[in-house]
């Protein structure tokens, strides 16, 4: 994987959270991801693919972290992962990406981004679907943690 797609994607999270729900995410440590199990409960998953590289990013979100995310975003909270909620984790979703494709671009990286899709539930898998060494990151936050993963092709 091209190190220089991952800072990209990671301050990106980072800004969309920050200000369109004014919380802050601490990121823990970086690292390999073996399985394709989900570290949250809601989960979006975007396809990316250029003329360099083509790979794909999921977003994942603990209920209690998404909850307060849409509280400070819409005012409401629903109390439990519904199809707002999953409409919301497709948004963040998409809103990440198209970030980190607006820093990648001023890099000479161009890319093509998919419609989201999300999947919920305790025990949902999350399926890249390109050949190459996934990463996963966590973020912590008062409210529960995020998870972010990449992958792209070697």
């Known amino acids: 994987m091209n190190v220089n797609f991952i800072n990209p994607f990671l301050d990106s999270l980072i800004h969309v959270i920050s200000t369109m ?8 440590k970086l690292s390999i991801k ?8 809601v989960s979006g998953l975007i396809s990316l693919i250029g ?5 794909s990013l999921s977003i994942s979100f ?6 307060e995310i849409m509280q400070n975003m819409l005012g409401e ?3 439990m992962i519904n199809e707002e909620i999953i409409d919301l984790v497709g948004e963040i979703t ?4 198209g970030g980190a494709k607006n820093i ?9 981004m998919a ?20 990463i996963i990151m966590p973020f912590d936050s008062h409210f529960g943690k995020a998870f972010i993963e990449m992958c792209f092709e070697d």
């Open 51 to 55: 003329p360099q590289t083509k790979g």
């Open 62 to 67: 603990e209920q209690k972290l998404i909850l």
């Open 104 to 112: 990648l671009a001023d890099e000479g990286y161009e890319f093509e």
């Open 77 to 79: 909270n629903p109390g």
């Open 94 to 97: 998409n809103m990440v990406a």
């Open 34 to 41: 073996k399985d394709n199990d989900a570290k949250g409960d």
């Open 115 to 134: 419609t989201p899709t999300v999947v919920s539930g305790q025990t949902h898998t999350i399926r890249h679907k390109v050949k190459g060494q996934k």
């Open 21 to 28: 729900a004014s919380m802050e995410l601490s990121s823990g």
